[in-house]
């Protein structure tokens, strides 16, 4: 079947503008995981979904960043007012719920700030 | 601050040679996962470790999960240029909590 999507794949944009990176998990996942990749900080958990509600959001760094999911699907991640310090790769992963131990990864949006 | 720590950050090896990456933690760890990602690729899922000094294998990989459950090993034997790429251990407590990743580059 079906993997997770994100898109796009890669984004440039100005320091200063908003960006929404988008994730499809795979059908039937009720979680849903962003994560950060970035040369100096690895791998850093966001923010989780359980349906379309977010218990945890620990991992957001700045409230630039936001996040919201709909129909417990598709889910968008929101950064407002770019820095040049937002330049990573954000992927969204997704499982069968929060107990099911595998998560499965998209492949990722390249964001690049200008 | 890091929860999950692991070395090395890179290994070079040559083909037909072993490798091993090691994560530990000041935590006790209720599980460890490990990841592969592979050049421009995004993490899979390799195995999960539970129970006091767990080993599993998967051909020429062998995981291993310590008895204080505060460390765990990858170890692959014999690598081929399949295996390169970075290899993840992490936490999983809900979320995900990542060590920093071994890069290990295989020269045939």
């Known amino acids: 079947g079906a993997g997770v999507s994100q898109s796009p794949s890669n984004k440039v944009t100005e320091k200063g503008k908003d960006v929404e990176l988008r994730c499809d998990p795979i059908s039937g996942h009720t979680a849903l995981y962003w994560y950060r990749q970035s040369l100096g900080q690895g791998l850093e958990f966001l923010i989780y979904f359980q349906g379309n509600s977010a218990p945890d959001k620990s991992g957001l760094p700045s409230d630039r960043f936001s996040a919201e999911r709909t129909g417990g699907s598709v889910s968008t991640l929101t950064i407002q007012r770019t820095q040049q310090e937002d330049s990573a790769v954000y992927l969204c992963?997704?499982?069968?719920?929060?107990?099911?131990?595998?998560?499965?990864f998209g492949p990722g949006t390249r964001l690049t700030v200008t | 601050g890091q929860q999950v720590m692991q070395i090395p950050q890179y290994q070079h090896v040559q083909e037909g040679e072993d490798f091993t990456t090691y994560c530990n933690s000041s935590t006790t760890l209720s599980n460890i996962q490990w990841y592969k990602q592979r050049p421009g690729g995004h993490p899979v899922f390799l195995i999960q470790?539970?129970?006091?000094?767990e080993v599993k294998k998967q051909k020429r990989l062998t995981f291993q999960f310590g008895e204080a459950k505060k460390n765990s090993s990858l170890h692959i034997t014999a690598t081929q240029t399949t295996d390169v790429g970075t290899y993840f251990c992490?936490?999983?407590?809900?979320?995900?909590?990542f060590g920093q990743g071994t890069t290990l580059q295989v020269k045939p």
């Open positions: 470790l539970v129970k006091s000094g």
């Open positions: 992963a997704s499982n069968r719920d929060r107990g099911n131990y595998e998560q499965y």
């Open positions: 992490a936490w999983n407590t809900g979320k995900l909590i």
